[in-house]
């Protein structure tokens, strides 16, 4: 398990500070996968290397199982490194080993014997799925394949937590969803604290369990993926199920309504429900449905005309514990 308690780092660049953390706070428990989101710069990067004991943070805590790393002496780092898998967007491997001496190197540096090197790094492989790899080269390997070693390599030390900077963010649509089902299954067969950065939705939305929004090293939204996701007009709901542009109608006549509709599998969706209680249509404007984490998320934006205000749906909705919102002509959330 992971605890990161009030983290801050300050960078001192040439004439001024930044705050790269300032305050952040997260928990991610053993078998569950959590998401960082944010835009370039929020300290993503960052918190992963204070976490991962690469860069010491200016103040606060992190734990591993219980253990304050930000509290182990210098001498003992390297040992304590080892609880810690990173994987990072290029693998990084060196091109003149093969495949399983990579995924040894880890075990050499922890002075691991031969034998013991070659036995754990052909488990290594298997577990990834690249055992016919092993005597090749990172030059005949594929990005995927990469990643792979790279993922194997991160485990060697049998790490209890994974940290993964981006590491889908140079891959192809399909070789992203294979390296992120990797992930997932990796986290369930050997029960890993899994810290996923991202700034890919299909990131959080494939394999995370819990979710946090991060913004000028602030953490600004977080939750579980289905509370965030179910958090009507919050950034990461709007974000996770976002909508395509409305084709103008959000200036026609009357106005338009926004509704969240959360796990109405093989149940009527709460805009035929307010339909037949209105006794008139709603012209959707804009309409997205995911299944997230078992659960069926409907997003919709529809147009509400005269005699009938928008107000009095919203409140129709309110009163029937379904989450909606007048929308602006902009399209955002009143
Ligand atoms: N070693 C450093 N020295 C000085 N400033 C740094 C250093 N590393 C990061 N920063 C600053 O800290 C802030 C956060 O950087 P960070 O790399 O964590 O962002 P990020 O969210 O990972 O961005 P990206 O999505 O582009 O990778 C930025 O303003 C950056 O300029
Ligand atoms: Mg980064």
Redesign the pocket.
Known sequence: MIAVTDLK?V???ATRE?R?LDGVALTVPDNSVHGVI??????????V?CIALL?RPTSGVVEVNGTDLTAVRSADLRRARRRLGVVFQHANLFDSRTVADNVAYPLELAGVGRAERASRAAELLGLVGLAENADAHPAQLSGGQRQRVGIARALATDPDVLLC??PTSALDPATTGEILDLIAALKARLGLAVLV?T?EMTVVKRICDSVSL?ED?RVVESGPLTEVVGAFGSRLSESLLALPPAAGADSAEGGTVEVLDVGRDGELSALTTASRHFGVDFPVVAATVERLAGTTFGRWRVQVLPPLSPDEVVGYFSANGVQAGVTATTGSVR
Do not use: F, N, P
């Open positions: 780092k960078y001192r660049q930044v790269a944010g835009q370039s710069g929020a300290g993503k990067s960052t918190l290397r860069d900077d981006e950065i700034h991060l090293g």
